[in-house]
């Protein structure tokens, strides 16, 4: 029945695990995926997890159904920890907010509902690069896509001129992808000041903006802080949607616990805006699993695991700028490198993008047996304090002439 089923190609993120796990040598690196480890190179249960879900189990909850949009309490928590306790769009009872299976689901219904009711437009500009399952979670939802500039190649930074000359060229009232913050690959994301300007051209152009939150609190270490460019465009009038996902500042990658949220102009318009995300979301999982939930919905409404929580999010990013330092030092202090290396210092987040060609990639893998994306792009979270002096001597081997 099936000979007409091509072959179709690997992940390209996910088919790097794969080669790695093939791979029997004990110095073997897996930069790959975008997973937190600890400096011992081990998948990090959160403690602050740990004890809501102790207390969840000693409460003996049901496994009922949740409705369609999830568990009330845990939309309630989410929305206010994205938008900030005295955002108006949390105070008036503005948000329409559905749970989702974490952010990928997020995106996915977000880009289902623009394609159906965005009333100006089915294209929406994404940035160049970006996360690369963004393109098939916009293409089925039958939005189409195009790039505006963001990194430079140059400076291993961000383009900003591009970047605000597209926004100003693209038609009015065009959708835009922005990541909140810690952009996937790059880590190279806009500075408060820069977020000012792009507000102001995204308000001039009439632009609608679909934000990104994969990482708050994995930038700075502050999930105010990281909220920024979000607050900011509420504050400026903006009304914009929302993809929020818990898999990496609570550890609960598998576990599937997001939001997507729609900051509407009034009471009733949310209603009506809910009511069509049911209708979007009833056919595709009919509603979402509880657990997850109800560890992020025990966690943020309890103020000790909150605050715990919080302490645990900051010493995550603090050690992935602590490996960015000792990188960066050991390949100029140590091997010698005459490259300039201040980008891995500079830029923030989960990645590193690091500038390697796709022919260094392989002779990493090869010489080194080290895996990351052809693209170049280091996952910090899995580097460690035992081996970034080997990955330093790699990276300079392999980058030298
Ligand atoms: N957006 C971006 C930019 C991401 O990097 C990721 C995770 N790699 C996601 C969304 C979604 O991840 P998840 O579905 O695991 O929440």
Not at 122 to 132: E, F, Q, S
Request: aromatic share 8%.
């Amino acid at each position: 029945t099936w000979t007409n089923v091509p072959q179709g190609p690997p992940d390209a993120i996910l088919g790097v695990t794969e080669a790695f796990k093939k791979n029997t040598n004990v110095k073997k690196m897996n930069l790959g995926v975008g997973a937190y480890r600890d400096d011992a190179g081990k998948p990090y249960v959160l403690s602050s997890v740990k004890k809501a879900e102790h207390k969840l189990i000693n409460s003996n909850m049901d496994k009922e159904y949740a409705g369609i949009m999830g568990l009330p309490d845990f939309t309630a928590a989410a929305g206010r920890l994205a938008y900030g306790d005295n955002s108006p769009a949390i105070t008036e009872n503005k948000l329409a907010i559905t749970q989702s299976i974490s952010g990928t689901g997020a995106l996915r219904i977000g880009a289902a509902f623009l394609s159906k009711f965005y009333p100006h437009s089915k294209n929406i500009l994404v940035p160049n690069p970006t996360w690369g399952n963004h393109i098939p979670i916009m293409e089925h939802s039958g939005l189409t896509l195009e790039k505006y500039s963001y990194f430079d190649k140059q400076t291993n930074g961000l383009n900003i001129d591009g970047m605000l000359e597209d926004f100003h060229k693209a038609p009015k009232n065009t959708i835009l992808l922005l990541h909140a913050c810690a952009h996937n690959p790059t880590g190279v994301d806009p500075t408060p000041a820069q977020w000012d300007e792009i507000s102001k051209v995204v308000k001039e152009r009439d632009h609608f903006v679909f934000f990104d939150m994969a990482y708050q609190g994995f930038a700075s270490g502050d999930c105010n802080r990281d909220a920024y460019a979000l607050r900011k465009f509420v504050d400026e009038g903006h009304s914009v949607v929302l993809a929020q996902s818990f898999a990496k500042n609570m550890g609960l990658y598998g576990e599937r616990v997001g939001s997507f949220s729609v900051v509407c102009a009034d009471q009733e318009e949310r209603a009506r805006v809910e009511s069509q995300l049911k209708i979007i979301i009833r056919p595709m999982y009919s509603n979402p699993p509880i657990h997850g939930a109800r560890l992020v919905s025990t966690v943020l409404n309890t103020p000790e695991l909150k605050e715990e929580w919080l302490g645990e999010v900051k010493v995550m990013a603090d050690r992935i700028i602590t490996m960015r330092n000792k990188l960066r030092g050991h390949l100029e202090n140590d091997f010698g490198s005459k490259k300039n290396w201040n980008h891995i210092t500079n830029q923030i987040g989960m990645f590193c993008y690091s500038g390697m060609t796709p022919e260094q990639v392989d002779k990493i893998k090869e010489d080194w047996h080290i895996y990351l994306t052809r693209d170049g792009r280091i996952s910090m979270a899995g580097i460690s304090s035992d081996n970034v002096k080997y990955l330093a001597e790699a990276i300079h081997d392999v980058t030298k002439d």
